[in-house]
């Protein structure tokens, strides 16, 4: 039961409730249900009679008419495209002499749960310095081809969501304060009932949704499940949730290569949406690609399988007891992509792996300390860890769109910390 039909339910069988909800609705809801709702948005709550009839209208649109307008025929228009990016961003900066790094962090000579946290206060420091004063993460869209076309910032809620979702492992006075910051940013950039878009030329999409309303939970609109009837309503044939969200009003222009059933948006969906049943045969297929070994390949935006995987363990303890029968495999499963010296690839990679193990309560499978040199060997002089593929399109297997990557020292940064977080717990432990 969704929280608005609760507070309904629970008012027509509790007269004193439904008193103390008409007079004081946000004490009520907080002392009642144990949540702190997000403070500068005001609650009211009114009652019909048999006389009086209450008739709610939705706030007006953010954007005026021809604002609307111009992001319809945004994709079409060179001009739009370019105000959809920001500045023009660096070259790729090369990644941290390995051997160096790992002796001058001194990891072999220091207890590793230290020189972790050590790390993750060095990177706290150096993420403090890049997101916008108004909370936003910025991220650099790239062509993964052709390094000569040129790169550009980009600041999407879902890159803000995304990160301060890794970012929330950290009990850190910085971590705690970049996350407030970020969930101001998505408060603002929230679309009623509770959507949100990558870019305003395209439609709305559940991926930055989920994300964003699990970073922004206490929202009203989200914790009375406002924008759950449009998610459930998304869905295909088979009960796999589409990507996007598309209206008679909004932007087509994604509906030529309109891929959908992704394995990580559906595993963000179930991560929100928690064991509904409305999500039950998104989690069968999801059991299914992983059982039968069919995840590689399977995502248009998450290239790497890893990902995936990560993915899937932050929707299981989220949405416990939904994908618990699959604890075991992926543990085997994400063990089995290390190479031969034992390594998960990348440095993000690593991080996502960790993580992902971590979720599943397999970290005691792999050797923390070395994961925690592989992770500080990788980490800059600025507190900075490399700009590495993210996500995004990477080949044109999914159509004429493609070969387009998405990533920023800020968002590697992120997962880092989150992993050496993971990592200093079981150390510590």
């Not at 009679?49 to 706030?59: C, F, I």
């Not at 954007?63 to 959809?84: I, P, Y």
């Not at 990507?243 to 222009?253: F, G, K």
């Not at 159509?399 to 968002?411: D, N, R």
Request: net charge negative; hydrophobic share 40%; aromatic share 8%.
């Amino acid at each position: 039961m969704d929280a608005d039909d609760l507070l309904v339910s629970r008012a027509a069988e509790d007269s004193d409730f439904r008193e103390r909800l008409l007079r004081k609705p946000r004490e009520t809801i907080e002392r009642e249900f144990g949540v702190t709702l997000a403070g500068d948005h005001e609650i009211h709550v009114h009652e019909e009679t048999y006389s009086a009839t209450h008739v709610v209208l939705p706030p007006r649109s953010k954007l005026s008419e021809a604002e609307r307008e111009a992001a319809r025929t945004g994709a079409a228009s060179l001009e739009f495209l370019r105000r959809t990016l920001h500045d023009p961003a660096p070259p790729l900066r090369p990644p941290a002499p390995k051997e160096k790094k790992t002796r001058g962090r001194g990891v072999t000579s220091e207890a590793p749960a230290k020189a972790a946290r050590e790390g993750i206060r060095r990177g706290l420091a150096f993420l403090e310095s890049t997101i916008d004063a108004n909370g936003a993460w910025h991220c650099i869209r790239f062509n993964v081809a052709d390094p000569e076309i040129p790169r550009h910032f980009e600041r999407p809620p879902f890159v803000s969501a995304l990160c301060a979702l890794a970012l929330e492992s950290s009990d850190e006075p910085r971590a705690r304060a970049i996350c407030t910051a970020t969930k101001a940013y998505l408060i603002d950039t929230i679309e009623y009932p509770g959507f949100w878009r990558y870019y305003r030329h395209l439609p709305t999409d559940l991926d930055s949704t989920t994300l964003c309303s699990l970073v922004i939970g206490t929202h009203p609109w989200i914790w009375l499940g406002r924008n759950v009837p449009g998610m459930l309503a998304n869905r295909d044939e088979e009960g796999r949730f589409m990507t996007w969200v598309l209206a008679e009003d909004e932007p087509d222009v994604v509906s030529r290569f309109r891929i959908e059933a992704d394995p990580v948006v559906n595993a963000n969906v179930l991560a929100y949406l928690g064991d509904h049943p409305g999500t039950r045969d998104a989690r069968r297929w999801l059991e299914t690609l992983v059982t039968e070994g069919n995840l590689e390949g399977s995502s248009k935006w998450y290239p790497d399988t890893v990902t995936i995987y990560y993915a899937i363990t932050r929707a299981m303890i989220r949405a416990e007891p939904a994908l618990d029968s699959l604890r075991s495999i992926l543990a085997d499963r994400i063990l089995g992509l290390r190479d031969e010296k034992g390594g998960f690839g990348n440095v993000l990679q690593t991080a996502q792996a960790v993580s992902a193990l971590y979720n599943i309560g397999s970290l005691e499978s792999i050797d923390a300390k070395r994961e925690v040199e592989r992770l500080m060997s990788a980490q800059r002089g600025d507190g900075s860890w490399p700009e590495l593929l993210a996500f995004g399109d990477q080949s044109l297997k999914w159509g004429v769109v493609g070969q387009i990557g998405h990533g920023s020292e800020a968002v590697t940064s992120a997962f880092c910390i989150e992993a050496l977080e993971r990592l200093a717990e079981v150390l510590g432990a």
